[in-house]
């Protein structure tokens, strides 16, 4: 071989390494972004399952803490209405005791009354 056959051989094995670690780089480059992108949409299906999950949870917390600030609401209703009646009865106790204080010291004073 001649001079310059030996460097158009090596012009042409330079040129296929290269064009041959640019198709291998290529075809990686695809197939990692494939892979990515395979993850992501796992990663997204799953963080969509625990994030209904979460939400479940939560809505079922709502509701039991929902449940309960309605017997506490009830509870306190109750007791109100009883604590009313009790203090009306108090009260009604004490214009009876008002009027027989009135009337006892209108007798012992000697008003007429």
């Not at 509701?63 to 009646?85: I, V």
């Amino acid at each position: 071989m001649s001079e310059p056959q030996v460097w158009v051989f090596m012009a042409l094995f330079a040129t296929f390494a290269f064009a041959t670690l640019g198709i291998i780089s290529t075809n990686f480059t695809r197939i990692l972004r494939a892979e990515i992108g395979g993850l992501r949409g796992e990663l997204r299906g799953e963080i969509d399952g625990l994030r209904g999950e979460m939400n479940a949870r939560f809505d079922a917390s709502n509701a039991r803490l929902d449940a309960t600030n309605a017997r506490l609401n009830a509870e306190f209703a109750s007791l109100r209405a009883e604590m009313n009646a009790r203090f009306d009865a108090v009260h009604t106790k004490i214009d009876h005791l008002d009027s027989d204080v009135t009337a006892l010291t209108r007798r012992v004073m000697g008003e007429a009354g």
